[in-house]
């Protein structure tokens, strides 16, 4: 088991719904990250949270949201979304910046 | 000059054998290179690392080799086992805008261990 846990495991959401997605992590890291991963492609980033600050968007639609409540939670909130952003959405955390990143086990999101 | 070339696409080995993973980078401001083990349905694993100043790192049965001045880094897993049969992906890594370190990942290898 991971110690970065995300929920949930899977969602299929329509169109025009608003869903969230949830990781957390209780191992005092201050950096969280966002990914996409698209079958037997590697992750790409999205989002980067430094102590509950975003720092770094990569140009992601409008249409994800990220927030970081506080330092042990991330969410994705997701509206009006596309059939291409069926995807593996994986949370991510290392101590700082220069620390290694530790995955959670993703979320499986399919578009309607 | 951000891209990972990793090679090759997949890789079948027999148990007991050694498997090789190659990867190549251009950018040489990366500081850090990771090896990422991820198991269908999970999330990427944390396999191993090394830096540019160590030629060689060993944990176990995984081996990374660094080769600075050819800008190139590899995975050996000896005694490769059913169990290691995942896809593997290198990274590498710089401080950008004095912040994050982001990963630049390549682009997987699918690693089948026949028994």
């Known amino acids: 088991d991971t110690e970065v846990t995300q929920t949930p495991k899977h969602l299929v959401m329509g169109m025009t719904n608003k869903k969230s997605l949830k990781c957390e992590q209780h191992?005092?890291?201050?950096?969280m990250y966002w990914y996409k991963q698209k079958a037997k492609k590697p992750p790409e980033l999205m989002f980067v949270y430094s102590y509950e600050k975003l720092s770094i968007n990569e140009s992601v639609p409008s249409r994800f949201s990220p927030e970081c409540p506080n330092s042990s939670l991330l969410n994705l909130h997701l509206h009006a979304l596309q059939p291409e952003d069926s995807a593996l959405y994986l949370c991510a955390s290392s101590l700082h910046f220069n620390q290694p990143q530790h995955f959670g086990d993703g979320t499986r999101l399919s578009i309607l | 000059q951000q891209q990972v070339k990793q090679s090759p696409q997949s890789l079948i080995v027999q148990k007991g054998g050694i498997s090789i993973i190659n990867c190549a980078y251009e950018?040489?401001?990366?500081?850090?290179f990771p090896w990422y083990q991820q198991f269908p349905g999970k999330g990427p694993a944390l396999l191993i690392a090394?830096?540019?100043?160590?030629s060689e790192k060993k944990e176990g049965r995984f081996t990374i080799s660094f080769n600075k001045s050819a800008k190139q880094f590899s995975l050996h897993i000896m005694d490769s086992q059913p169990g290691d049969s995942a896809t593997y992906f290198c990274?590498?890594?710089?401080?950008?805008?004095?912040?994050?370190?982001?990963?630049?990942f390549g682009s997987g290898t699918q690693l089948t261990v026949l028994p």
């Open positions: 990274a590498a890594s710089v401080i950008s805008s004095g912040s994050a370190r982001q990963l630049t």
């Open positions: 950018n040489t401001a990366f500081d850090y």
């Open positions: 191992m005092g890291h201050r950096a």
């Open positions: 090394i830096r540019p100043d160590v």
